[in-house]
């Protein structure tokens, strides 16, 4: 089972075009992934803990507005400038998925790897999460809780990832696309997020990053992000 | 030949021989008894600041990181995207202070500046204290402080291992190493002092000493190994006193963050924590002078001379936070400038027009004047004025520089909370403590330095000038 | 489980499973001993370690998407879309996700309680048999037609018995009056489309947006909330999904730059109320430059002697800018124009959405087979037929009869007291009102003033169907069961009116027989036996299993409902739109939206949707105004300050929000917060702007609640609104021209 992991390249696909800042994508995540609330006062001092967060700016003056929005998550860079900052290897890539896997119950809360995010990507728990009871009994067992004191960040599912490696190896064939759906991209209404690897020839990403449309955030950093945007369609009728 | 160098550019004041310790010479015994005298007697002042400084480091260092502790780092104020904030920035300012005892002793023993011999254990003490205050931040700053031994290299049964590319690693093993040294640095020529401690107390003490002195008894070959071992330390903390803080430097420069991957951060940093150490010493020495009446070995020659070292230091730092300036202008990237514009005109724009006030306007403007360096309450105010605006410097680069970044959706304010502030104040309580606890078992003063110094200065008639000639020690 | 699982693979299944349950135990809290569940006799739905799905249907709004719940060990996990479901398609919205929060909000009712002195919040608990009993005394004892039924847009189910419980003790029909329902116009799109297609019911259209070329949006906020969000979003994303250059090309006309604006290609600020008269115009233009393709059609009378110039002045849209517009809209073979919730909320609603749906028809795309304009199509059953939400005039209808005394017993399944403007009265009147009981799952603002609160079941614990309104391109009963045992001692609504009517009278014996919903829902089921259907429906209960695995009735293929041709709209032209307050003393139109993660305020118990950041603002756990930068300079405001917002009819503090898309004479304030009971979630947080609102009809019987002015004071007091976004860096960016990617 292992070995059929190796060399998979999982990579997210976001359409800008197709983002509508709806948000399902990030309360799916918080559903997905036992992400906290924290309220507004921690808020107000920048610590929502959203894993994945729509960032809107604004482009031109009014009338003649535009948000343009970007939803920004842990970009799985395959240089990723978060892993050789963490002292304790907490921070790590992971071979089978090739993504950035953050190891919890390592972590010993240096931040580093925060600070050195150039996408911002990575929320620390400031506090314990507080679950009032029966709210606890929503949490994903798939899903560690995280304690006080440690960093974390999109997984792109990994769980999910997981079980459809099982799924596909129970039923005693290779993984097949569309097997793993993360979350965010299974909510988003307007098929915004694709979720594929790219190892696998036939999967729908194939083209999508091929497109003329694609880029990766912050390009010239040299991060190699694993989730590749698509910008969003001009339309001119005069 | 390096012992020329003091002579070729002769000796300040000349003209008063009586300023200067060491042609003022006083019987041994006589030395002996200023130092002892302020250690054998504990005042009731004395006391009062010992039970002061420990309530403080109690209340304000060991409880609010207990309470920290117990709740979670959010009670700090750090914050995405500002994930370092007071703890980092005061780690960087002890460790800054600690450079001051290494520099002072070490450098200027190997250069034979002479008039090093009264202040270098004062500032090696410094050195060992301000490490300890210094290497607690890195444990205050953790999320997760009970599970710190997975920074060790210790064998396990899961294989995991120090990620020895992360500077964070090299920190740990520059800060122990540089500890562990500048500890063995202070100790050595402190034995024939213990000695001599040993040998003027009796009770506890005299127990106290007669472990910490080793047996020494002062005969020849004792003084033979002493000197050659000091010697080595000297020569070999040099380099891991430079290395210290280029590492620490790295913990900013290694990143991508804008603003903190410059080239030019280890020197910068080296030099910014010479010039406050050397700073931090000229205050700790006029602190300890007017204490403990140490006016006979601490005389206004030495405070020229390390004011004279700040003057340099304060000019070589200007020159490089100009060049750190520089370099991010010309590089043209349009977040660089905007951080560039928000240190003149952000939240932090008053503190980093304080840290120019106090690191390049005043220094420079003040300390050309020798009557200045020579004046206690000015040169007082002005190390001190120098530390703050060390400290503000530690603060705009590291919260200061991470409030931008690359996403303008999530730059952020950083506003220090209480238990930040008050575990930074409690090291700064804890650090006097040390030394005011120092001040009653330690003689602040090698008085076998200054003796030797004595013994080889001669003030000779050539002609119708009197010089001063130096003999060399064997 | 196949024969092909090896030893070490069951062995490894096992120890994930085990080791994922270990965690999610130890983990929840420290302080709390671990609960360890020895299931030597496991319930039934709880297989250890085994995830099921249930089908069943979202309950946060009245769009009728269907879900998948993820259960496991008893524990609901996670929603999901149910794939197979054609409305949504596997695919739900924020609010969707969040139901979790309602099924485990810690704030719930956990049994009847009784109320002695209103408003004193002292809750006596009561046995459900008790309850019933005191219930069905006083319905007994109260005057003919003296009962009466207050919801949301409750499920068909409940909606059906408690329609035949009124009718079987002789009370007026239910009155179902829906915030939402009344922001997204479902009434009065519903009979304009009715009155453009000639038809006698009114009928709720799904607009096929995806096929468009060029996409004219008046007031529709249909990425956010309006009338079926997921099923608009995923449509979007069609549109968007065509090749550059043939991609749809998107105008949002409205007076703020909502987030459906704020995605669109071209955002036209038109002057609150207008919409309708730059359709018009639009209409107009069209017709004169003799680009309409259906010159023949009824509808271009609509357009005859359109006066361009004067809507030009009074929406504030050039008129050269309106033939552009125009040309843009006739140039594309598939134009489509949206008549949305904005324009729902003025005096001129009808007339508005008349107006908008026949600049369709005066491009020939109201009816034929190509027509985007999807009608509901009928139920496969008469007994399936689904009410439209009442109008505003029959809740003023209900208050005057309640403030006259003739309602003995109210019945309140939503929430009147926090939804309707205070100038309503509803409060006086419901305190005329001998006997007052709410099903509310938790104590909501109208459930403190009752006399008994017969809590819910929340909808992941119900039973029951709901009828899809609007469907789009096929017909649908979207099903609903419980995904886990009921967490405490509550009941859902349905099943105490049929324990009810057991215990009233032989009439309502008669009306309703059923000893439970499943009962009541097989019976209704049964009525599918013999038709399309993905599963088996030749018995009743092959019925019964497919409508629950599937979540629901549907034919297996697309039957498009489009009208066959189009009569002629009532002549009228659009008025100018009446605002309610005195310009000099309120200079600002005040407008009110759904949020889109609280909705009316729905959502507001539930943290995730408290914490989700607002697309625009990116605010949450407050309420905040937009005002125009320029505006707020006037007034010498800045970011996070606090002001009131003073209507003729109440005022409201609120934190400033500077929106550099919004009208400078329109201030728009999100509903949803403002909650003085409603869980610990909600409580205290922000103002409740539907307060205020001047309790203004539209020409439909709609409340105008676009159509209050307002005036803005300082109070001097500061307060950050919580959001993610800088605005330092956001405008920073602007300013640059530069943007992350």
């Known amino acids: 089972m292992a070995e059929a992991k190796q060399g998979n390249r999982w990579t997210m696909v976001i359409d800008l075009d197709k983002c509508t800042a709806c948000q399902a994508c990030v309360i799916a995540c918080h559903a997905e992934n036992n992400v906290p609330t924290v309220g507004p006062e921690q808020i107000n001092m920048g610590r929502a803990q959203h894993w994945l967060r729509i960032e809107r700016y604004w482009q031109g003056e009014y009338p003649d507005l535009r948000a343009r929005y970007i939803p920004v998550l842990c970009q799985q860079c395959q240089h990723a400038p978060c892993e050789p900052v963490c002292p304790v290897f907490a921070s790590m890539h992971s071979d089978a998925e090739n993504i950035n896997v953050q190891v919890y119950n390592r972590c010993v809360g240096t931040r580093y790897c925060g600070n050195n995010c150039p996408y911002l990507a990575r929320v620390f728990n400031w506090f314990d999460p507080y679950f009032p009871e029966p709210l606890n009994e929503q949490l994903n067992p798939d899903v560690t809780v995280r304690y006080r004191g440690v960093m974390e960040k999109c997984t792109f599912c990994i769980q999910r990832i997981h079980a459809g490696a099982d799924r596909a190896a129970l039923e005693g064939r290779p993984l097949r696309d569309g097997d793993v759906v993360p979350a965010c991209a299974q909510v988003c209404p307007t098929d915004a997020i694709v979720l594929g690897n790219l190892a696998d020839e036939h999967s ?35 | 030949m390096l012992a020329e160098l003091p002579r070729k550019f002769g000796w300040p004041h000349e003209d008063n021989p009586q300023e200067r310790l060491l042609l003022d010479p006083l019987p041994q015994e006589d030395m002996n008894r200023i130092m002892l005298r302020p250690m054998l007697k504990a005042g009731s002042g004395w006391w009062l600041v010992v039970a002061l400084l420990s309530a403080i480091v109690l209340v304000c260092f060991v409880g609010a990181w207990a309470y920290m502790i117990r709740w979670g780092m959010g009670l700090a104020g750090i914050r995405r995207p500002v994930f370092w904030g007071v703890f980092i920035a005061t780690m960087v300012f002890w460790i800054g202070i600690s450079h001051s005892g290494t520099f002072v002793s070490a450098i200027l023993r190997v250069f034979n500046a002479e008039y090093r011999r009264p202040i270098t254990r004062a500032a090696e003490l410094m050195t060992s204290f301000s490490l300890i205050c210094a290497g607690m931040f890195p444990f205050i700053h953790l999320g997760r402080v009970w599970t710190v031994y997975y920074m060790i290299p210790m064998p396990n049964q899961r294989q995991l291992w120090t990620n020895f590319q992360s500077p964070l690693a090299w920190d740990l093993f520059a800060i122990t190493t540089y500890l562990i040294g500048s500890t063995l640095y202070v100790y050595l020529p402190m034995i024939p002092d213990l000695a001599m401690a040993r040998d003027h107390t009796t009770g506890w003490r005299h127990t106290l000493y007669k472990w910490l002195s080793l047996g020494w008894r002062g005969v020849e070959y004792e003084w033979h190994y002493l000197h050659m071992a000091i010697k080595i330390f000297a020569f070999a903390i040099i380099p891991v006193m430079f290395s210290v803080h280029t590492i620490v430097s790295w913990d900013f420069a290694m990143s991508m963050h804008i603003g903190w991957h410059s080239s030019i951060f280890g020197p910068y940093f080296v030099v910014g924590a010479i010039f406050s150490g050397v700073s931090a010493v000229i205050t700790v020495l006029l602190v300890v002078r007017r204490t403990m009446h140490l006016e006979y070995f601490l005389r206004p020659e030495h405070f020229d001379a390390l004011a004279k070292l700040v003057l340099i230091f304060s000019l070589a730092w200007t020159y490089f936070f100009f060049n750190d300036y520089l370099v991010e202008w010309y590089g043209g990237d349009w977040v660089g400038h905007q951080l560039l514009l928000f240190q003149a005109r952000g939240p932090v724009a008053p503190l980093w027009y304080a840290m120019l006030l106090f690191n390049i306007a005043i220094p420079c403007l003040t300390l050309w004047n020798k009557r200045i360096r020579r004046s206690p309450i000015a040169l007082f105010l002005i190390t001190v004025g120098i530390n703050i605006g060390m400290y503000l410097e530690r603060y705009i680069i590291i919260p200061g520089f991470l409030h931008i970044n690359n996403m303008p959706f999530d730059w952020g304010n950083y506003n220090p909370e209480w238990p930040e502030v008050s575990i930074a104040f409690g090291t700064l309580a804890l650090f006097i403590l040390l030394y005011t606890l120092a001040s009653k078992f330690i003689p602040l003063i090698p008085v076998w330095e200054v003796l030797e110094g004595q013994l080889s200065h001669t003030r000779r008639r050539i002609g119708r000038t009197v010089v001063t000639s130096v003999a060399e020690l064997e | 489980m196949s024969e092909r699982i090896s030893r070490r693979q069951f062995i490894a299944l096992s120890g994930l499973t085990g080791t994922a349950m270990a965690v999610s135990g130890c983990t929840i809290n420290l302080q709390e001993p671990t609960h360890l569940e020895p299931y030597v006799v496991p319930p039934e739905e709880a297989l250890p370690g085994q995830k099921v799905m249930y089908a069943s249907t979202c309950g946060q709004c009245p769009a009728g998407c269907g879900i998948l719940v993820r259960v496991s060990n008893g524990r609901a996990l996670k929603i999901e879309g149910n794939p197979l479901h054609p409305l949504n398609r596997g695919k739900t919205c924020a609010r969707g996700q969040a139901g979790l929060q309602v099924l485990y909000n810690p704030d719930r009712l956990r049994n009847a309680v009784r109320q002695d002195q209103r408003g004193a919040k002292n809750y006596r608990p009561l046995y459900w048999d008790a309850a019933l009993s005191l219930l069905a005394d006083r319905v007994k004892a109260a005057q003919p037609g003296g009962v009466a039924f207050y919801g949301n847009l409750i499920p068909d189910a409940l909606a059906t018995i408690v329609t035949s419980f009124l009718q079987a003790i002789g009370g007026q029909p239910p009155v179902l009056y829906d915030t939402l329902a009344a922001m997204d116009g479902r009434r009065t799109l519903a009979s304009a489309t009715a009155a453009l297609l000639g038809s006698s019911t009114p009928n709720l259209p799904l607009f096929d947006i995806g096929q468009a070329d060029i996409l004219y949006s008046f007031g529709a906020n249909f990425n956010e909330t309006w009338i079926s969000p997921v099923a608009y979003g995923r449509a979007y994303g069609q549109m968007r999904s065509r090749p550059l250059g043939t991609r749809g090309y998107f105008v949002q006309f409205e007076p703020r730059l909502s987030a459906t604006a704020a995605v669109a290609d071209k955002w036209v600020p038109v002057a609150p109320g207008t919409e309708g008269l730059v359709a018009l115009a639009l209409g107009g233009i069209i017709r004169e430059l003799g680009l309409a393709r259906a010159k023949d059609s009824p509808a271009a009378a609509l357009f005859r002697a359109v006066d361009v110039r004067g809507i030009a002045a009074a929406s504030g849209v050039a008129v050269e800018k309106l033939e552009e517009l125009a040309r843009a809209f006739a140039r594309f073979p598939r134009p489509l124009a949206l008549p949305g919730g904005g324009l729902a909320g003025h005096t001129n609603a009808a007339p508005a959405m008349t107006a908008v749906m026949t600049l369709n028809a005066l491009m020939g795309q109201a009816a034929g087979p190509e027509s985007p304009i999807l009608l509901t199509p009928a139920p496969p059953d008469p007994a399936f037929a689904s009410a439209l939400p009442s109008s505003f005039a029959d809740v003023k209808a209900l208050i005057d009869r309640m403030s006259s005394g003739a309602i003995d017993v109210l019945f309140v399944a939503g929430n009147p007291i926090y939804d309707l403007p205070v100038a ?49 391109a096929r017909p649908c009963i979207s099903s609903q069961q419980p995904v886990v045992t009921p967490l405490y001692d509550t009941r859902q609504t349905s099943d105490v009116f049929l324990d009810l009517a057991q215990r009233v009278s032989d009439a309502t014996r008669k009306a309703l027989p059923w000893p439970n919903t499943v009962a009541f829902m097989q019976e209704q089921m049964a009525k599918l036996v013999g038709k399309d259907a993905s599963y088996s429906t030749k018995t009743a209960a092959a019925v019964w299993a497919g409508f629950r695995q599937y979540g629901g009735w549907w034919p297996q293929d697309e039957a498009r409902t489009q009208a066959r041709q189009v009569a002629a709209p009532a002549g009228v032209m659009v008025p100018r739109p009446k605002l309610e307050g005195d310009p000099a003393q309120y200079p600002f139109v005040l407008y009110p939206y759904p949020s889109t993660l609280l909705g009316d305020g729905r959502g507001a118990d539930q943290p995730w949707l408290q914490e989700g950041p607002d697309p625009i603002t990116t605010a949450s756990w407050g309420t905040w105004v937009e005002i125009n930068p320029e505006t707020a300079k006037e007034l010498g405001l800045a970011r996070d300050e606090v002001v009131k917002v003073i209507s003729p009819h109440g005022q409201i503090e609120v934190i400033v929000y500077t929106h550099p898309g919004i009208r400078p004479d329109v201030i728009a304030i999100p509903l949803g917060q403002g909650h003085s009971n409603y869980g610990r979630y909600a409580n205290r947080r922000g103002a409740n702007v539907l307060g205020i609102l001047a309790p203004a009809v539209t020409d439909a019987g709609d409340l105008a609640w676009a ?15 919580p959001r993610i976004e800088n605005n330092v860096g956001v405008d920073f960016a602007n300013q640059a021209g530069k943007f992350p990617g």
Do not use: C
């Open chain 3, 424 to 472: 309503t009265k509803f409060a006086e009147a419901m305190a005329r009102v001998p006997f007052v009981v709410s099903f509310s799952y938790i104590v909501d603002e109208t459930a403190v003033y009752a006399d008994l609160v017969l809590p819910n079941n929340t909808y992941l614990e119900s039973w029951g169907y709901q009828v899809v309104t609007p469907a789009g």
């Open chain 3, 707 to 721: 159509a209050t002015r307002v005036r803005i004071e300082k109070t001097g007091r500061q307060q950050t609104l």
């Open chain 1, 204 to 238: 729908r990403i194939h083209e999508f990053v091929k497109s003329k449309r694609a880029f990766a955030l912050l390009e010239d950093l040299g991060t190699e992000p694993a989730v590749i945007y698509l910008k969003g369609g001009e339309s001119h009728v005069s």
